[in-house]
């Protein structure tokens, strides 16, 4: 089993930036993928971000790209989204996401691939 924990989340304007942070424990950490997800009230669940377990390996939404850094410290057990120039569509409910582990060299996009969730923080865009 593994728990995340998000923090960081708050209200900024436009042009500005924000770093997330999602604390894990439990099962071995550093073989767990790791992921983003965003949730704006009335829409779906989206991917934002996602490491393999090495942080070798990231990929982004289009929407992000450019914008946010995805990034692991395997020894804090601590996954990082730097989001700089923040745009009022950003605005949501951030959530850190795991696989169930293995060491995969394969970077998940979906919500199917992920296992174990955190409780999320929020992020306000104001403009």
């Known amino acids: 089993q593994v728990q995340l924990v998000e923090s960081g989340g708050g209200l900024v304007q436009a042009g500005g930036s924000l770093r997330l942070s999602c604390a894990g424990s439990?099962?071995?950490?550093?073989?767990?993928?790791m992921g983003w997800f965003r949730q704006a009230p009335g829409k779906e669940r989206e991917f934002v971000a996602a490491s393999t377990w090495s942080g070798g390996s990231t990929t982004y939404s289009d929407s992000v790209k450019g914008r946010f850094t995805i990034s692991r410290d395997n020894a804090k057990m601590t996954v990082y989204l730097q989001m700089n120039m923040l745009k009022p569509e950003d605005t949501a409910v951030y959530y850190c996401?795991?696989?169930?582990?293995?060491?995969?060299?394969?970077?998940?996009?979906?919500?199917?691939?992920?296992?174990?969730w955190g409780q999320g923080t929020q992020v306000t865009v104001s403009s």
């Open positions: 439990g099962r071995i950490f550093n073989s767990y993928a």
């Open positions: 996401a795991a696989d169930n582990g293995g060491f995969s060299y394969v970077v998940p996009t979906t919500t199917h691939q992920y296992f174990y």
